[in-house]
């Protein structure tokens, strides 16, 4: 009897002690758990500020060019040349003169506000991405023609990045530049009309765009690293 009583007095202490690790490990996952979302909230906050502030002093930079240039600026921050007449000729990867000058133009000042202080450890990549329509001259099979004007797309967005890093200008961030700036032709799978197979939808799909991408989610993954180390 007395044996009985003495491993129950030793087991409730234990059960005791269990409940009381359970209850700080609780504590302490919860407490983990909330420093991990107001940190995150923090780093969001942080990118839609400096996303805000890129894209207002973006339109502010060219809103007297882009009508001009046949250019608009989309609510990302990407700009779109569109007019195909002055771009490309036909089925080339030869730049137009016209297309030329209105590079020459916008580029340097583009770089100079992204490389800026304010600016520039926030931008992880500028995009050229070169978009055809889904057309190609000689055959109707669809397949073939994505990948002829893949190929052209491609050749397209390498001819506009090799004269934009030939520019003086743009010489003193050419490090820079090569570090950040991607060459990507996507023939006809973003079309802006998709199922419109129109003379002017087909027009519109023939397109260039600068888009900016962010390094937000790589600083929120390289804090939850450095939480998780601690």
């Known amino acids: 009897m007395e044996t009985e009583n003495s ?30 979302e107001k940190t995150t909230t923090l780093v969001v906050k942080e990118y839609e500020s400096t996303k805000q502030d890129m894209q207002l002093a973006l339109q502010k930079e060219f809103a007297n060019d882009l009508k001009q240039w046949n250019a608009e600026m989309l609510g ?24 030329k000058e209105v590079l020459r133009q916008f ?18 990549e500028i995009r050229i991405e070169g ?11 669809e397949k073939t023609a994505y990948f002829r004007n893949m190929e052209l797309s491609q050749a397209r967005t390498r001819s506009t990045l090799e004269y934009l890093l030939s ?12 570090q950040h700036v991607t060459a990507n032709g996507l023939s006809s799978s973003h079309p802006l009309t998709p199922g419109d197979a129109s003379v002017g939808a087909q027009q519109a799909n023939q397109r260039v765009e600068f888009r900016i991408v962010t390094n937000a989610s790589e600083k929120m993954d390289l804090i939850a690293e450095k939480l998780q180390s601690k």
């Open 7 to 36: 491993n129950q007095s030793y087991w409730i202490p234990m059960a005791d002690l269990m409940t009381g690790l359970m209850m700080v490990f609780m504590l302490l996952t919860a407490a983990f758990m909330l420093r991990v």
């Open 76 to 99: 990302d921050m990407t700009i779109r040349f569109n007019d195909p007449t002055v771009l490309f000729a036909t089925g080339s990867s030869e730049l137009r003169p016209k297309f």
């Open 107 to 124: 580029f340097p000042r583009y770089v100079a506000l992204l490389t800026s202080g304010q600016y520039q450890n926030a931008v992880k």
């Open 131 to 141: 978009h055809t329509s889904a057309a190609w001259t000689g055959t109707t099979d």
């Open 167 to 178: 520019l003086s200008a743009v010489q003193p961030h050419e490090k820079w530049l090569v």
